[in-house]
């Protein structure tokens, strides 16, 4: 499976000719950056890479992974695209098939939030030809509940928030969890304000040597898995 970073949080998944996009199109928040305007005229003109059978899924509604009006503009232009948003009518636990994508979703606490900032929010695990990846998005660093998510299953690749660097139990359960790990959602800016992207690095430092293989994400677009089993490039 062939997987591109195409913004902060946003990742196009392509096998077999099936494309997933999964949180994008979305808007800017500071530090984070969006989907470039750029890609989402390719998104709604069916242009590479966003050409051929598309389906979108989104973790949560916070503008910096999806974008309402944005989406909008891509359902008119493509009506017959699948979508798979995050909803409290949901289920806490489902299965979707968007194309030739299963995409399992699990509704888990965001990282902590204002009150009115709360969300609906859910990890997923998306599966194809035997493969599978482990998206995080914002969930909170709970390594017991992400381990009730994986029931065992160890995934191709996973992506996290940089807040799971930060504690033992999830450093430990990274290197259950995946064969490869990419800590993505990372500020850009070598000069980020918010100090995220200074924390990831610190910490990638300070406990190398349980992070081994563990990549952080902080420039885009970056190509990765081109087949999880033999490898990446950036």
Request: one cysteine or more; hydrophobic letters at 40%.
């Amino acid at each position: 499976m062939k997987i591109t970073l195409v913004c902060s949080c946003g990742l196009l998944m392509e096998s077999g000719g099936q494309k997933l996009l999964v949180d994008a199109p979305n808007s800017p928040l500071a530090p984070f950056y969006a989907f470039p305007d750029q890609a989402l005229q390719k998104l709604i003109s069916a242009q590479p890479p966003y050409d051929g059978a598309l389906a979108l899924a989104f973790t949560h509604a916070h503008e910096d992974h999806l974008c309402r009006e944005k989406l909008r503009r891509v359902l008119d232009a493509r009506p017959q695209t699948k979508v798979l948003l995050p909803d409290h009518a949901l289920p806490d636990t489902g299965e979707v098939h968007l194309g030739d994508f299963c995409v399992e979703f699990h509704r888990f606490a965001h990282i902590t939030v204002p009150k009115n900032l709360m969300t609906d929010h859910f990890v997923l695990l998306v599966k194809r030809d035997g493969e599978t990846v482990y998206i995080t998005a914002d969930a909170t660093p709970d390594a017991e509940r992400h381990r009730m998510v994986l029931a065992g299953r160890r995934c191709d690749a996973a992506f996290w928030n940089g807040l799971h660097l930060s504690y033992v139990e999830t450093r430990t359960l990274m290197r259950e969890a995946a064969e490869k790990n990419y800590v993505y959602h990372v500020p850009v800016d070598p000069a980020d304000t918010s100090g995220i992207r200074r924390k990831c690095e610190r910490n990638m430092q300070r406990f190398a040597s349980e992070l081994a293989g563990v990549v952080v994400l902080d420039r885009y677009p970056a190509v990765l898995c081109p087949d999880a089993r033999e490898g990446e490039s950036t």
